[in-house]
DNA sequence: CGACTTTGACCGGCGC
DNA sequence: GCGCCGGTCAAAGTCG
């Protein structure tokens, strides 16, 4: 397996704020002094043009940064399915028997999605997993492919978890939203029962939540999130069916790579590493919450971890202000680029695309 | 009475 | 083809 033929790095980075550049000096050459009022009225018009330019631009290069958070989501991904595909190549190479201890039937839905290895959810882009020509794809592969594909475009998955009080027997994330449950389920793994929530709030949102109490600590409630509200919060995360009495919780957010856009990278729930603490409560959104979260972010690799530790109020929203992440954004490069395999793989990415476009051109 | 929860039945995917 | 399993449905029950 060749990296280079796997990871897209055709990142398109350019800013374009030529334009904002340009704007300057052409409005220090319109000002003139013929006329005092015609020149505040001008300079006002300017004014007016300028703010309306920033505003524009400001929002196009919001709609950027929108973009490349994106990329680097999407550059994430292409890692960690590299990474894991590596793994997997390796391990069945090296002829180990992977029999987990429960079932020895695997499903192939489980290993596609499966919530404890996120790196597994993360063959997403099929784009670059296609376009490999020396790995010999069967059938069956093209339509796992085309699965995972259909699977990445239905559903964004988040995990969280929530350490909650080992009494409370209730599976209940409070996370600002509205949940109605449809249904409880005892799965194979874990004696404690699954319970499945719809959004309620709007008619149409896509969103379902899987609740379920860890096997390991059943005082952690694990809430899987598929897909995206196409609705804002409800922000009253003490009403409707998901409200929950008990007293402050702990809670994990482990965001899938690629699979959603605030935190571009995969995580992991029992990751080890060096703890960055980053106190985002305010004093605003603390009157009607009683929960403190503990959201943590690693980077792919387990050895070069570091997990980000961010301490804020409430469930959903602190993850959409930008400070968090620019600053979730930032830890995940640092730890990207401190990961030697990643600059490994980039490397040689970079290298493929160039000798690839120098093949193609002819020339550098 | 409407909204929500509970829970057994059902369905489809998957492995053998 | 069969059985297992996760996910969903829907009727009945509960609650405010």
Request: proline share 4%.
């Amino acid at each position: 397996m060749e990296f280079t033929s796997l990871v897209d790095t055709s990142l398109d980075l350019s800013f374009r704020l030529r334009p904002v550049l340009e704007k300057v000096p052409k409005q220090e050459v319109q000002s003139d002094f013929t006329g005092l009022s015609r020149d505040i009225e001008r300079e006002n018009m300017g004014v007016k043009n300028e703010a309306g330019d920033l505003l524009e631009e400001l929002n196009r290069v919001s709609s950027e940064n929108k973009k490349l958070t994106e990329m680097l989501t999407v550059v994430c991904e292409n890692y960690n399915a590299l990474r894991n595909q590596m793994m997997e190549y390796m391990s069945t190479q090296n002829g180990v028997a992977e029999d987990s201890s429960a079932g020895s039937r695997k499903r192939k839905a489980e290993s596609i999605s499966n919530i404890s290895n996120p790196v597994n959810n993360n063959n997403n882009n099929m784009d670059v997993v296609h376009g490999r020509s020396s790995e010999s794809s069967s059938s069956d592969e093209e339509s796992c492919c085309k699965k995972l594909r259909e699977e990445h475009i239905k559903a964004k998955v988040t995990i969280v978890s929530m350490k909650t009080d080992a009494s409370d027997t209730s599976l209940i994330v409070k996370d600002g939203y509205q949940w109605r449950k449809y249904g409880q389920k005892v799965t194979r793994d874990n004696p404690c029962p699954r319970a499945y929530f719809r959004c309620s709030f709007a008619p149409g949102c896509p969103v379902k939540k899987k609740v379920q109490r860890s096997i390991e600590d059943q005082s952690i409630v694990v809430a899987t999130y598929e897909g995206e509200h196409n609705h804002p919060q409800t922000s009253k995360p003490e009403s409707g069916a998901s409200t929950n009495t008990s007293t402050a919780s702990r809670l994990n957010v482990t965001t899938i790579a690629g699979t959603t856009t605030s935190v571009p990278c995969s995580t992991t729930l029992n990751s080890s590493g060096p703890t960055i603490t980053l106190d985002l409560t305010a004093p605003k959104t603390v009157e009607k919450r009683d929960m403190k979260m503990n959201h943590s972010t690693t980077s792919p690799t387990g050895a070069n971890s570091i997990r980000t530790t961010t301490t804020t109020t409430t469930g959903g929203e602190y993850q959409n202000r930008p400070e968090f992440q620019q600053f979730l954004i930032e830890q995940m490069a640092t730890s990207l680029t401190k990961d030697p395999s990643f600059k490994a793989a980039l490397a040689a990415a970079i290298s493929g695309k160039i000798f690839q476009h120098n093949n193609q051109t002819g020339r550098w």
